[in-house]
């Protein structure tokens, strides 16, 4: 069954949709597949300017399926595809963004977040840390906000994600405040396009070629951990891990 909804294309704005509602849009091996393959055919289409990435259901991404995660190294190409796609991606945000969603989010060039949604790196109280993510978040966040929501795990809403620069803008009608941006979008020329995003992306592209290998590495050994087998059963139990006070 597909977990992404079939493309819609608008006046150059192909707009690929999160849809697997039942799980939260967690980050599986299908559902990392078929958006690699969306992002592709978006890439390839001379009819496409840009690419707005949202969802179905009250969250965005739940970030990994902790039942059937993807392959680490699927999941890295994922976000390194959307940084590299010579068209801007960007994220409509309406509901829940929770550990690697935030990496997916982290990766679009822009993107708009609405009243409902929140965000939360949860790692830390699992076992693990927010390792591969960390390749299109710690370049574009403000580092002491890094620091705060990576080791505490604790829930911030729009307005804070854009004041530390994980969101473009925080706004109470999502689709209007789009507008603009997309009308932006829509007047530039394709090779301008291009261009202007290799140079605001050349910083996130290096993270991901200096250090993806050992975050993968990291992140493997993470979740091999007694620990995070412990955080990730308690969670799926709907129960405290042992270690927590």
């Known amino acids: 069954?597909?977990?992404?909804?079939?493309?819609?294309?608008?006046?150059?704005?192909?707009?690929?949709?999160?849809?697997?509602?039942?799980?939260?849009?967690?980050?599986?091996?299908?559902?990392?597949?078929?958006?690699a393959e969306a992002l592709a055919g978006c890439a390839a289409d001379d009819s496409v300017r840009a690419v707005v990435l949202t969802h179905t259901g009250n969250t965005f991404?739940?970030?990994a399926d902790l039942r059937a995660p993807a392959d680490p190294?699927?999941?890295?190409?994922?976000?390194?595809?959307?940084?590299?796609?010579?068209?801007?991606?960007?994220?409509?945000?309406?509901?829940?963004?929770?550990?690697?969603?935030?990496?997916?989010?982290?990766?679009c060039d822009m993107s708009v977040a609405g009243p409902e949604a929140t965000f939360a790196l949860t790692e830390s109280r699992l076992g693990l840390a927010p390792a591969v993510i960390s390749l299109p978040l710690?370049?574009?966040?403000?580092?002491r906000a890094a620091?705060?929501?990576?080791?505490?795990?604790?829930?911030?809403?729009?307005?804070?994600?854009?004041?530390?620069?994980?969101?473009?803008?925080?706004?109470?009608?999502v689709d209007l405040a789009l507008g603009p941006l997309l009308d932006g979008l829509r007047k530039a020329s394709p090779q301008g396009l291009a261009a202007s995003k290799e140079l605001v992306a050349a910083t996130v592209l290096d993270s991901f070629d200096q250090h993806a290998e050992d975050l993968i590495a990291r992140s493997a050994q993470l979740f091999a951990s007694a620990e995070?087998?412990?955080?990730?059963?308690?969670?799926?139990e709907r129960r405290d891990p042992a270690w927590a006070l």
């Open 228 to 236: 995070a087998r412990e955080g990730m059963t308690a969670f799926l």
């Open 147 to 173: 620091a705060r929501y990576y080791l505490t795990g604790e829930r911030f809403d729009a307005a804070e994600a854009a004041r530390i620069g994980l969101v473009t803008l925080a706004a109470e009608d």
């Open 73 to 107: 190294h699927d999941f890295v190409a994922l976000m390194r595809s959307i940084v590299a796609l010579p068209k801007p991606v960007v994220a409509r945000v309406t509901g829940h963004v929770r550990a690697g969603g935030l990496g997916l989010l982290g990766a």
């Open 138 to 143: 710690l370049p574009r966040i403000d580092a």
């Open 61 to 63: 991404c739940a970030g």
């Open 1 to 35: 069954m597909s977990q992404l909804a079939p493309p819609a294309h608008a006046r150059g704005i192909t707009t690929l949709t999160l849809d697997s509602p039942a799980n939260r849009n967690a980050l599986g091996a299908g559902l990392v597949a078929e958006l």
